[in-house]
C-alpha cells in the first residue's frame, strides 16, 4: 500500500505540466500574477459538448483545500448511495442503555437547529422522551456509548497546534454540537462569567479568567474531557461565543445525554462508559430492544459538509464510505478507496489527484483543474441533486459575500487554508442548469488571500459573461 508521500512524489514526477496547449487568456489573471509569483491553474468546460473554453496549466496537481470535499462528496454518492441515511440508535437492555453510533457529523449540530428552529438537544429530547413512553422513570446502570465504527479520530497531517480550533474537531462515531464547546465571555461588574453550550451537570467548568488589558484566554480539559479549565485574561465581553473542539466527542454527547434525561424527570444517576455493541455488519445483539432512531439523510450532512465548510461532516461521509465498502473506519482506507474510486469512475489521471483526507484540511491532498472539472462532469449527469449542496454566489454559504452580482448564475465550492485559495463548481445558465464546470487553484500565494479571491471572482465572471443565461442545450455531456 503507498504512502500518500509515494504517490504525491509520483504525481511530482509523473504529471506533466499540461496535457495539452493552454486555452484562453484572462485579464484578471494577467494583471495578478505581474503583481504577485502565485500559482495559479484553471480550466473551465462547457458542458453541453465538452469544449474546454479556458485552461492554465490545468493538469498540474494543486493542493485543493476544501475543494477536496467535492471529492468526498463524489464518493460518499457513489458508495452510500443518494437514499442513505446516517442512523443512530438508542437500545435498551435491563437497567442499561445503549447509543450506538453510526458516525453521524450532525447531531446537535447548531446550524441545523436554528435552521429547523429548535435546539441543539431536540434528538436527545425525543430519546427521552422514547424512554418515558416505555414506562421508565429511572436509570440506575450504565450508559453505554457505542462509537466504534470510526477507529480514528484525527488525521496525522492536522496541524496538533489547531486541534481546538472547530475546523480540527475529531471525528467519532458518536457526534454533538460539532464536537466543540461554545464559550461564551461575558463581563459582570468586571468579573468574568461564563456561559458553556451544551450544558450539562456532568461538566465541570473551572473558571481562573480574571480581567486584564488583552483578550487572551485559553481552555483546557482532563484526559476524559469531564473538567474544562479557562485560564487567561479577558479584556471586554465576547457578543458571540467561540466554538472549542473537544477530544472526546462521545463521552460529551454521552454526559450532555445523562442531563437532559435528569431534565426529563427519569431519576438515577447512569454510569457513562464506552464498549463496542454492534457487529462489524452493524447488527445489534438480540438481547438489546432499540426504542428510538435519529434517521439524517446522506443530503442533509452533504449541505453541512459543502454549503458551509464543516470539516466534521466530510470526513464522517468519507469513513463512512469506506466502513460501507471496506469494513475499515480508517483515514489510510477511506483516502485509498476515494483515489481508486475516482481514477475508475470518473477518469481523473493518477498522477493528478493524491488523497489525504475528506475535507481538505490535509496539505498532502493534490488536485488538478483537469481532475476536479472531470469529477463536476459526471457529478452533473450521475448526482445533479450535488448542485443544492454548493453555496450560491451571493446568497449563502461561502460565497454569500462574494460574486453578488453572479447571484443565481454561480454555485461552488470553496476553498482556503495559509497560502492557498481556491474554487471549484459550476456556472448555471438561466433555467438553474449547470453549462459550464469550472476549477480554479490557487497555491503559494504570495499576496494575501484576500486579493487571491478576487482575481478568481473576476476570472468566474469573465467565463460568466461567455456563457449566455438563455444558452440552448446545456445538458452535460459525456
Not at 90 to 105: K, M, S, W
Not at 216 to 232: I, Y
Request: charged share 25%; aromatic share 4%; glycine share 8%.
Amino acid at each position: 500500500m503507498k504512502s500518500h508521500s509515494a504517490i504525491l512524489l509520483t504525481c511530482i514526477l509523473t504529471a506533466p505540466a499540461a496535457t495539452r496547449a493552454d486555452v484562453g487568456s484572462s485579464p484578471a489573471v494577467r494583471d495578478y500574477l505581474a503583481r504577485h509569483g502565485t500559482t495559479v491553474t484553471y480550466c473551465a468546460v462547457r458542458l453541453s459538448d465538452g469544449q474546454v473554453i479556458a485552461s492554465r496549466q490545468a493538469a498540474r496537481p494543486m493542493v485543493p483545500a476544501s475543494v477536496q470535499k467535492l471529492c468526498t462528496s463524489a464518493v460518499a454518492l457513489d458508495v452510500l448511495g443518494e437514499t442513505f441515511a446516517f442512523r443512530t440508535r438508542l437500545a435498551v437492555h435491563g437497567d442499561d442503555l445503549f447509543v450506538i453510533g453510526d458516525g453521524d457529523p450532525t447531531l446537535g449540530d447548531p446550524r441545523l437547529a436554528e435552521q429547523a428552529g429548535g435546539t441543539i438537544y431536540d434528538a436527545l429530547d425525543r430519546w427521552a422522551r422514547a424512554l418515558r413512553a416505555r414506562g421508565l422513570t429511572r436509570v440506575d446502570g450504565h450508559l453505554v456509548l457505542d462509537d466504534d465504527i470510526f477507529q480514528e479520530r484525527r488525521h496525522r497531517d492536522w496541524p496538533e497546534a489547531q486541534h481546538q480550533q472547530w475546523y480540527c474537531a475529531p471525528v467519532a462515531g458518536l457526534n454533538f454540537n460539532d464536537n466543540c464547546l461554545d464559550i461564551l465571555i461575558d463581563l459582570v461588574d468586571n468579573r468574568p462569567v461564563v456561559a458553556v453550550s451544551p450544558a450539562s451537570d456532568r461538566l465541570t467548568i473551572v473558571n481562573r479568567l480574571r480581567p486584564g488589558s488583552d483578550q487572551l484566554w485559553r481552555v483546557a480539559c482532563d484526559d476524559d474531557g469531564r473538567t474544562v479549565t479557562l485560564t487567561g485574561t479577558v479584556k471586554a465581553s465576547m457578543t458571540e461565543p467561540i466554538p472549542v473542539a473537544v477530544d472526546e466527542p462521545s463521552l460529551l454527547l454521552g454526559r450532555v445525554f445523562a442531563d437532559r434525561l435528569a431534565r426529563a424527570g427519569l431519576d438515577g444517576a447512569p454510569q457513562v462508559v464506552r464498549a463496542r455493541v454492534a457487529a462489524d455488519d452493524r447488527t445489534l445483539p438480540e438481547a438489546l430492544t432499540v426504542v428510538a432512531e435519529e434517521v439524517t439523510p446522506l443530503a442533509t450532512v452533504l449541505q453541512r459538509a459543502n454549503k458551509h465548510s464543516l470539516n466534521l461532516a466530510a470526513e464522517c461521509l468519507l469513513l463512512r464510505a469506506s466502513v460501507q465498502r471496506t469494513g475499515r473506519g480508517t483515514f489510510e482506507a477511506a483516502a485509498d478507496l476515494a483515489r481508486g474510486h475516482l481514477i475508475e469512475r470518473y477518469g481523473v489521471a493518477p498522477g493528478q489527484i493524491v488523497v489525504a483526507d475528506g475535507s481538505g484540511m490535509s496539505r498532502a491532498n493534490r488536485l488538478s483543474a483537469d481532475a476536479a472539472v472531470a469529477i463536476l462532469r459526471r457529478l452533473a449527469t450521475d448526482h445533479p441533486s450535488v448542485l443544492d449542496t454548493l453555496p450560491q454566489a451571493g446568497v449563502d454559504g461561502t460565497l454569500r459575500k462574494r460574486m453578488a452580482d453572479a447571484a443565481g448564475r454561480v454555485r461552488a465550492k470553496t476553498g482556503t487554508l495559509s497560502g492557498v485559495v481556491t474554487l471549484a463548481g459550476y456556472i448555471l445558465d438561466g433555467d438553474g442548469r449547470p453549462a459550464v464546470a469550472m476549477a480554479v487553484f490557487c497555491n503559494n500565494v504570495r499576496g494575501t488571500n484576500a486579493e487571491a479571491r478576487q482575481m478568481i471572482d473576476a476570472l468566474v465572471a469573465e467565463w460568466l459573461d461567455a456563457t449566455p443565461a438563455t444558452a440552448a442545450g446545456s445538458r452535460p455531456s459525456r
